[in-house]
Every structure is written in C-alpha cells, then in structure tokens.
C-alpha cells in the first residue's frame, strides 16, 4: 500500500455491549456513554441519571447531552472557571470532577501533538531551575484555550498571547497552585532564589483554565548588556514564540549562535513539520530536489541528503535571531546543596531570520514560500490547508481510533489509489471535511459565516455514521 496513504486502523476504545461478530449500530445510552467517557476520561453509571434517560431517547438527544458535557468546561480570558450560566467560579474547590476531567482530557491530548511533550527531555544539561520556571505544557495552553474559548484555530500560530496555566492547588499546601514556593521538577525552595521577586515557578496542580502573561507580571531578571532578560517575552507566531517551546525544541547546549551553514536550529524546523503538519522528513519528492554541487557544505551536494536539508534548512533559519544563554543563578542551591542553572532566551537582532516553508502539501503541490521570523512563519501556516487537516487527523484518531497518515496527494490521489478500501476512502473523505471545516467555517441559517473551532469539529465528529458503529466504522 502506498506509504503516503496508507490508513493505519486501531481502535482506541470500542465499548461492548455483549458478543457480536459484525458492526452494530450504538443505541442512545450506548453513543452517551462512550462520548462521555471519551470527553472525561471516567465512565458513566450505565443506569443512572442521562443514561437511564436515553434508554427511551434519540440520537440526536445523545449527542447534545455529549455536547453539553463538553460546553460546561468555559473560563474566561482570566483563566477562572465560568460556571453554565456564566458567572464566575472563585471557589475552585467546588469544581466538580467532571469540569476537571473536560479539561484534562483535552489538555493530555494537544500535549500529544507534539515532538517534545516536557522540557527534561531535550538534550541540554544542567537545567534544572530552568524546568522549574518554564512550564513545559505550554504549547498544548494554546489549543486548550482555542477549544474552551471557541477561538478559531490560526489562533495558536498567529496570536502573540503569552499563557500561562491556573491550576487549583491543595488546600493549606504552598506548595501547589499557581505560585508555588517549590519548584515543580527538581523542587528548589523559592526563599532560595535571588533573581528577584518577580520570578515565578511553573504553576502546579489541577489545570482549571489559562490566563494571559501581562507585562506587569513578566519575569524580568535585568539587563545584561544590551541583552533583553525578560524570560515571559514573546518571540511571535503564537506556540512558536513561546519561550517554553522555543526551549524544548533545542537540541545544543547554550549558547548558540546559528551561522547558517553547519549551525543551524534543525530541530526546531523538524519540530515545526511534527507538530503542526503531522509530516516527517523528507517532505518533498527527490524529483523537487536540486542540488548544490559547488557547494562547500556536503550534504547540500548529496541528493540522499539535501532532500531533508532543502526543506529543514531554510525553515530552521527562521528562527535565526534567537539564540540561548546560560545565566547562573546567583546564591542559589537545589536540595542537594549544588548551584542552580537557569536559562533564557535572548532574541539577537543583529542576525538574519530569513528562511523559507518548502514542503509538497496534501494536494501534491510543491509550496514555496519566503518567510521572516516566526510571526511570518505562524502566518504562513495558518494559511496551509495541512495545518487544518493535522489537526483534525489528530482529534479523528482520538476520537475515531483510525490514524490517517497525512503526506504529499493524500486528497487528489485518495478516488484512484487501488490499494484504499471504500472503507478507508470514507475516512479520509471525513477527515478532508473535517479539516475543512476548521479552516473555512460554515454558515448559520441567515447564511453568515459563522468560523470554525475546536467544539464544532468534536460536534460533527460524533455526528458521523461512522463513530456510532460498535466498530467505529473500521470494518
């Protein structure tokens, strides 16, 4: 089967209702309770309060309980809870478990999209203080809102909101909530800390909503040189510019100065590729390639090479005037008595962030496109029609248990391809649809255009034949 279209098929939750050999079409109470579960990650009382219900209800009614589950998980711009009658929540403690679980379910999932889910996990050592500060759920912040706060999805490319988690600590212990007094990855006392009073650890507890950095509550550590400390600023392109996926990308030890040629932050630009166009390298056909056979660099004059590098390369200059710097805290001990390390991210002006977004897209069209810096580079993504369908592919596996592996033609060779099954077309004609959606909006009666969003893709997920099969449609 051809790689670029070949549908991997597994199911991620089937809920059975006795033995049966063939797919089955789910009756009410049995649509409810797998949404339910799937939307809060417990399981429903199968005869008890909306199930007991639905065992004289519709579809349709099924459906909308679903959807209600999932509309009563709201905050607003302050990252506090709103409960269904949008009034504020100040007691987080009466939070019921179903909220908690809305927003946890979906926040586990967007960290999902990602290379690098936690900032430990790069190479870089010595960086503790570091993991304490930055929060390394950061990027998944930005669907999470765009879900809860029906914002259309080029927001999480192109906005320059700076989030930050509100999360619900114990009661009594300062050590949780959303300024903790111990780190929450290598636990340094904060007393401990000499940057200053403005310096924060990375909120821990129950995520309940996420709120926007301001300028009044940013990090600032002071001026060194001409170099900006301020360690909550935004570089641009919405997660692209967040200083804590700009540091979970990296993969040299600080500080780096890209040149260019050998030094260049490629996995940054492979990072870029995963997470929001679900692609690996290569990601154009040997055919697009051109090498550079005068060309000092080796792998810019080996096809075998430069077939990752024609793409990667340019992307990661794009990303070139920033770069790393180590900054010891001063009088700082961890736990164990040894210095603490901390790290930031400095913008250089004086470099060059001209690149280019070089891949063959889902249409099979080889796009092209110069791009400056990383706000440049949000907008061009938001523009892709892949970005859309990634995302959507991604809530479709999710929900539907059927991973669709996006590539150059998946859409214009999908009707022809011989070896997809009517079957599988039907999936990927679903999540074309889908991705659709997210990206063009629909149409109210009047006939205003009314944006996607997040919801209404969960919306028209659970109303496709398909997730009301016993078998999801698979067989």
Do not use: W
């Not at 051109?290 to 810019?300: A, G, P």
């Amino acid at each position: 089967m051809n790689t670029h279209t070949f549908i991997k098929m597994s199911l991620i939750l089937t809920i059975f209702f006795g033995p049966r050999s063939f797919s089955q079409e789910l009756n009410p109470k049995q649509l409810f309770l797998r949404c339910y579960s799937q939307l809060t990650g417990y399981s429903y009382p199968a005869f008890a309060g909306l199930a007991k219900l639905l065992e004289s209800g519709d579809t349709a009614q099924a459906i909308q309980y679903c959807m209600n589950i999932l509309n009563s998980a709201n905050f607003d711009d302050s990252g506090t809870p709103l409960d269904t009658n949008g009034k504020k929540i100040s007691d987080l403690f009466t939070l019921n478990g179903e909220y908690l679980g809305v927003i946890k379910v979906f926040q586990k999932l967007h960290l999902s999209f990602f290379r690098f889910q936690n900032i430990e996990s790069v190479n870089v050592p010595a960086i503790a203080l570091s993991s304490d500060v930055y929060d390394s759920e950061t990027q998944a912040y930005y669907f999470t809102k765009a879900l809860f706060q029906n914002l259309p999805l080029d927001y999480v490319v192109t906005t320059s909101d700076n989030l930050r988690a509100n999360r619900r600590g114990s009661k009594g212990d300062s050590s949780y909530g959303n300024d903790p007094v111990l780190g929450p990855i290598s636990n340094p006392k904060k007393a401990n800390i000499s940057f200053g009073t403005k310096i924060k650890f990375a909120p821990k507890g129950d995520l309940v909503g996420i709120s926007e950095i301001d300028k009044a509550s940013s990090m600032e550590l002071g001026a060194a040189g001409n170099k900006n400390r301020d360690i909550t600023a935004h570089r641009g392109g919405g997660i692209l510019g967040s200083n804590p996926y700009l540091f979970s990308v990296q993969s040299r030890k600080p500080p780096i100065s890209p040149d260019r040629g050998l030094l260049r932050h490629r996995n940054f630009a492979k990072s870029v590729l995963n997470d929001f166009l679900c692609r690996d390298l290569p990601v154009v056909n040997e055919g697009d390639v051109t090498t550079i056979q005068n060309s000092k660099l080796t792998f810019e004059t080996s096809k075998a090479c430069y077939k990752c590098h024609v793409s990667m390369d340019p992307l990661a200059d794009t990303m070139g005037n920033i770069s790393y710097e180590m900054v010891r805290e001063t009088g700082c001990k961890d736990n164990d008595g040894k210095p603490c390390v901390g790290l930031q991210f400095v913008t250089q002006f004086n470099q060059n962030n001209k690149g280019a977004l070089f891949y063959r897209d889902s249409s099979n069209v080889l796009y092209h496109s110069p791009v400056t810096g990383l706000d440049d580079l949000g907008s061009k993504l938001s523009q892709q029609f892949d970005f859309y369908l990634c995302t959507a592919k991604r809530y479709y596996s999710y929900f539907m248990g059927v991973d669709i592996k996006l590539g150059p033609g998946l859409i214009v060779n999908k009707a022809a391809d011989p070896n997809l099954s009517q079957l599988e077309k039907t999936h990927v004609n679903n999540l074309i649809s889908l991705a659709t959606y997210l990206k063009e909006g629909d149409k109210d009666a009047t006939g205003k255009k009314i944006p996607g969003n997040l919801r209404g893709l969960v919306e028209r997920i659970f109303n496709l034949p398909e997730y009301r099969k016993s078998d999801f449609g698979t067989q």
